[in-house]
């Protein structure tokens, strides 16, 4: 029993951060975000959900250099914690276990 | 490209001051791979939709001891709640709440606009230069009317005779052909006396402006050039001095360019090119209006020395006609005065003025008839939503909490149409130029927002 379950917007978050690996940051999740759901995530939508991953225990997070595309505004980088990692296995073997059996309806190739 | 100051400002106040610094360099960040991709318009709106959207998501401060500590955060938890249920009531109402913000934003953007020219001609008539208010012009008054123009003999002996100005300058316009390379357009310049920049108080934006040693007879031809074209034609060229265009055919050097506020010695109109009064004769070849007594074409302008009186001023340019009178007979009923830029005659304020103020009246009335619609669509609300404050009031919201909440609605309506007029200001500049007089005049439509 997974200790607390993710909203669809955290997997996002959660997956977005796994991808990008040691250059997630805030702005790099939204375009990741963007780039693989196709969906115009809020800045401040992924800001707040980031906080909340932190606060469960899922995310932490470390100041970055300044760069001076942002006007000399350093990164926050976030990087999984090792609960965030299971939870991100957890969710997707729950996707897996309802897609079981599904293969022609959901199209997959056998 | 910065991303709107107002969206910007309202972001860091609604971000935890420890959080602040890499949340907004994330806008910042998708801001600007935005307005690269596609376009400054598009970014700022996209901007303004992320800021609203932080805005409307903000928590109602979950308090970090920085937040304690600060005295404003009580009125800011005021403002976050009942700006949020004002967002929400008016978000049940979308159909009210466009046409509210759309009747306002058009009614408030058009008297911005409007304003700005105003401005732009009445109350600042000659931007670029030093305190342009200061500035006077030389006028005769004679029995058959006033003489706005001098000629250039006359102007010669008003600038030795008035010394109580730091110095009077005199110009003319005229269209010319300026063939920069291969390709030629028509454009507007004004031919200058050697001090004109010097009494204006205008500063080059590079090389250097036009001097009283090049307003001499057999002087090298040399011109100065506006902002406008050093950015059009020359893209801001850093070494542009030097460069030889063709004005009027005659081949003529750039030895500098004008500041980008500067737009040329006549209220409301933009030149783009500058050239000493010696460059009459190559302009108009065997009119020698250099040495033409009767032929009065010159628009003189001075400024009056900082320690000098206007009335001394008066009396030494009254003393100016009596010696031309002395030297060349005539003169019997002229007299000279000198007159504040903005309510000399001629020019183009004369003709600018009517327009502009019929135009603020109609902006005015436009305002007025978009609030009174706002207001009956108000009304009608309010009695639609009668059964919704007696709850509000049986459930214990005193009076005054009732009246904060709808204050806030107005001031959010007020807010988005300002924000709407500030949107709609993006284009209304370039749709002056309908109302501009028909004119061949090179009428300046500057707007403090598209200024350079």
Known sequence: ?110 | VSPPWLARWLLARVTSPDRREERLGDFEELYAARAASRGAVRARLWFWRQTLRALAGARPARRSDADDRRSASAAWSIVSTDGRAAWHTLRREPGFTLIAVLALGAAIGINATVFSWINAVLLDPLPGTARSRDLLHLTLPERTGTAATVSYPEYTTFATHLASLTGLAARDDLPVGLAIGTSVERTWAETVSGNFFEVLGVRPAAGRLLSASDDRSGAPAVVVISDRLWRARFDRDPAIAGRVVRVNGAPMTIVGVTPPAFQGGDPGLAYDLWLPLSADALLYPGLERLSARGMRWLRAVGRLAPDASIDAAHAEALAAVGSLAQAHGGYADTRAALLPLASAPGGSIPGLRPVLLVLAGMAAIVLLVACGNVASLMIARAARRRRELAVRASLGATRFRLMRQLVFEGALLGAGGAAAAAILLLWTPDLLAAFAPPSELPISRRCPWTAP
Do not use: C, N
């Not at chain 1, 991808?19 to 975000?33: F, T």
């Not at chain 1, 959900?49 to 225990?57: A, F, I, M, Y």
């Not at chain 1, 969710?91 to 293969?103: C, E, I, P």
């Open chain 1, 1 to 110: 029993m997974a200790p607390a379950t993710l909203g669809e917007f955290e997997q996002f978050v959660l997956f977005a951060v796994a991808h990008l690996g040691r250059d997630a940051y805030g702005a790099a999740v939204v375009e990741a975000i963007a780039a693989r759901t196709g969906r115009d995530a809020s800045i401040s939508a992924v800001h707040t959900t980031l906080d909340r991953l932190e606060q469960k225990g899922f995310l932490r997070s470390r100041f970055g250099e300044p760069t001076p595309q942002r006007g000399g505004k350093r990164k926050r980088h976030y990087a999984l914690t090792t609960s965030g990692v299971q939870a991100l296995r957890a969710s997707h073997r729950t996707w897996q276990r309802l897609a079981d059996g599904l293969g022609r309806l959901l199209g997959e190739q056998p």
